[in-house]
């Protein structure tokens, strides 16, 4: 055939929007380096002269029974401070239920002290506590709940010996279940405060302890005398029937009978050869790098395993079709089979288009978000000294991204023909963060029924709609704006006026069978690291190694690309030309087992109580997946536009 052109090129607008995510990469970059010579606020050095007052705040309390549902460590009836002063929490650690007031405990740098009081009560030493009140603690102690204290921006932790090496928990127990002797509360707290000295005299502090105790108000003594005079003294444990320790029986407590208690602490400061910036590592310290390690070697196996199935496609069956196909007869072409037959039906817009361009500026959104977070704590901007600063800049970072989202999902939406884009544009910036805020916002409404301060407050609920719609939602429409008025992604191939019919599909080609099939392989690359990221969340544990994670991320995005691209190939090798769906549906089957392994990570690992805690569990799970779904899906979508618009450029046909 003398007049066999070839299809037009395709070379401009590739679909996967990795210029996009270098752009904005490059742009965070060059910020986050003008900020050498400055730290991070709230991990700034603080120096302290002998006899500084040095303050322990309070935070929250938590427990691993009843996760994602932290109280106010005044929630119990516990001595307070004359004058309770909030400080002002950032937007994570409002969204983790984080509530810092100050504390009655009265410290000085290296001044230590014995024992002293800690309030007084209604007999000068011991004050008194109602059957209510008693019965709170009581209900706290069962459920293992830990308090979390703060001292110069450093958690406060306690030493536990497993396997003959010490490690430490972050927080205090309120107290312990004896089996034979009773509900025991911690009513004596050892401060332990490591300082290391710097040249010019002052003291930093680089570690936190505290040692729990539990001690009967029969083992104090003190001068009740001297309403001014808050030392004490502890006797040995000799003969009591508690065994010295503060028993707690509410049962036993009948009428207006009320259970005398007594609080109180010692003070102990250490000298320490930590250097400041090394103080995090005691809490961060891991046995598990190992288990990285395999996790990442596991990850790139998997990635070369699909490298090898994609590179044998386009170096032996592509490149063989594509040759025998240009130098054939068109009439001799037709008669074989395959996916060069669907080229005037392969990029036929699909069905229900406007919602997968929905999907896919969402997505991109997501996709840059996470990238950038995870950049950004790899470099340690938002480390765990900085608290809730990963949430905070996840939220913020996503709000701004909402211009690229819309960008990306206006060129798609025009390449399908779509006429409203600005139908196109609210749905895309209300979808993705409707339906998470909706299920969060459900589940807010069971964790106040608990009184929880892991509730959002009104008014943070009023703060994020105001970013949602204030800000994501005009980026979002402005991104829309400028995609819409770009000319549409170019096809290397025109579609014909009568769509092809598709022939029947062998069983493995079904599409929940293909996303069952394909989301194996994307899903075992990151399981491993998904049980450190569930421990993170759900145990109560700090996740910090973000280095890892960025390879995770990186290999991830790499196995959903060339899982998508295979399991479509085989599609249109069967001459089945349905691929737009079919290559989002098929790269986010991993999410499926992101779900079906949190299910198996509750029952074998967690000890939750049922109720509330396993309603949040399944809640967060399901946003969990389902934003999983999204950016898999997103990023197998845009691999598979990007390779399907690369064969069919390379043939040519009249």
Same mark, same amino acid.
């Given at each position: 055939?003398?007049n ?18 270098? *752009?904005? @990469?490059?742009?965070?970059?060059? $910020? ?6 400055? !730290? ?10 002998? +006899? ?12 691993? &029974? ?40 009265? *410290? ?10 800690l ?36 958690? #406060?932790?306690?030493? #536990?010996? !497993?396997d003959?090496?010490?490690r ?47 001690? +009967? ?54 000298? =320490? ?30 990635v ?19 040759? &025998? ?33 929905? *999907? ?17 704590a ?17 939220? @913020?970072?996503?709000v ?9 999902g206006?060129?798609? !939406? ?25 299920v ?11 009184? =929880?301060?892991g ?11 105001? $970013? ?25 191939c ?9 022939? =029947? ?10 996303m ?28 910090? @190694? ?30 089945d030309?349905h ?21 198996f990570?509750?029952?074998? &690992?967690?000890?939750?109580?049922? +109720? ?17 779904? #999204? ?9 598979t !536009? ?13």
């Amino acid at each position: 055939w003398a007049n066999k052109t070839y299809c037009k090129s395709f070379g401009q607008g590739m679909m996967i929007p990795m210029r996009s995510i270098v *752009l904005c @990469l490059c742009v965070l970059a060059s $910020l986050s380096s003008t900020c050498q010579g400055f !730290y991070v606020p709230g991990v700034a050095p603080q120096d302290f002269e002998d +006899g500084d007052v040095v303050e322990i705040k309070t935070v929250k309390m938590e427990s691993t &029974k009843k996760p994602k549902l932290p109280y106010p460590y005044y929630y119990l009836p516990f001595c307070r401070p004359q004058h309770l002063e909030n400080t002002k929490e950032n937007l994570g650690e409002v969204l983790r239920g984080d509530r810092i007031t100050n504390s009655p405990y009265e *410290l000085h740098m290296n001044k230590n002290v014995t024992c002293r009081l800690l309030c007084r009560g209604e007999k000068y030493l011991e004050k008194s506590l109602t059957k209510d009140q008693v019965e709170m603690f009581e209900d706290f102690i069962k459920s293992e709940y830990r308090v979390h204290w703060i001292m110069d921006n450093l958690p #406060v932790a306690t030493k #536990v010996t !497993y396997d003959g090496t010490d490690r430490y928990v972050r927080g205090f127990p309120v107290g312990f279940v004896d089996a034979t002797k009773g509900i025991h509360i911690f009513n004596h707290v050892i401060i332990i405060g490591k300082v290391h000295k710097s040249d010019d005299g002052t003291h930093r502090i680089v570690g936190f302890e505290v040692r729990a105790r539990s001690i +009967g108000i029969d083992r104090y003594s003190g001068r009740v005398e001297d309403a001014d005079d808050m030392s004490c003294t502890i006797k040995q444990a000799e003969g009591s029937q508690s065994g010295g320790g503060m028993v707690l029986n509410s049962e036993k407590m009948q009428g207006d009978k009320k259970q005398p208690i007594i609080w109180s602490y010692s003070v102990s400061w250490e000298p =320490s050869d930590i250097a400041w910036a090394s103080r995090w590592d005691t809490y961060l310290s891991t046995d598990d790098a190992e288990v990285h390690w395999f996790s990442i070697i596991n990850s790139l196996v998997t990635v070369f395993f699909l490298s090898g199935i994609l590179a044998y496609i386009m170096v032996r069956a592509l490149r063989r079709d594509i040759a &025998k196909y240009n130098d054939e007869d068109l009439e001799e072409a037709l008669e074989q089979t395959g996916w060069k037959l669907i080229h005037g039906d392969v990029f036929r817009p699909p069905k229900r288009g406007f919602w997968l361009a929905v *999907l896919y500026g969402s997505g991109v959104q997501l996709l840059c978000m996470l990238a950038a977070s995870i950049v950004f704590a790899m470099f340690g901007m938002l480390s765990p000294a900085s608290r809730g600063s990963l949430v905070t800049a996840a939220i @913020l970072l996503f709000v701004f991204f909402g211009l690229i989202g819309g960008y990306n999902g206006a060129r798609l !939406y025009k390449t399908f023909k779509g006429q409203h884009w600005k139908k196109a544009a609210l749905a895309t910036a209300v979808f993705l963060p409707g339906v998470v805020f909706g299920v969060a916002f459900l589940l807010n409404f069971f964790i106040w029924g608990q009184k =929880s301060s892991g509730a959002v407050p009104f008014t943070t609920m009023i703060a994020l709609v105001a $970013l949602w719609f204030g800000i994501s939602m005009p980026l979002v429409f402005v991104g829309y704006f400028f995609g819409y008025r770009k000319q549409p992604f170019e096809h290397p191939c025109k579609t014909h006026n009568i769509p092809r019919h598709v022939p =029947s599909q062998v069983w493995y080609m079904h599409p929940i069978v293909s996303m069952a099939l394909a989301g194996i392989l994307p899903f075992g690359a990151v399981f491993i690291e998904l049980f450190f990221i569930l421990n993170a969340i759900w145990d109560n544990q700090y996740y910090y @190694l973000f280095g890892f994670l960025f390879l995770v991320f990186i290999i991830l995005m790499m196995s959903c690309a060339e899982i998508a691209i295979v399991m479509s190939y085989l599609q249109l090798c069967a001459e089945d030309h349905h691929w737009w769906w079919r290559s989002f549906i098929v790269s986010g089957g991993s999410a499926i087992y992101v779900m079906a392994y949190s299910i198996f990570y509750y029952t074998t &690992k967690l000890d939750v109580d049922f +109720g509330v805690s396993t309603l949040l569990y399944i809640g967060y799970t399901f946003i969990m997946a389902f934003t999983f779904w #999204v950016f898999t899906g997103t990023v197998g979508f845009g691999a598979t !536009y990007w390779f399907i618009r690369k064969i069919y450029g390379s043939i040519k046909i009249d």
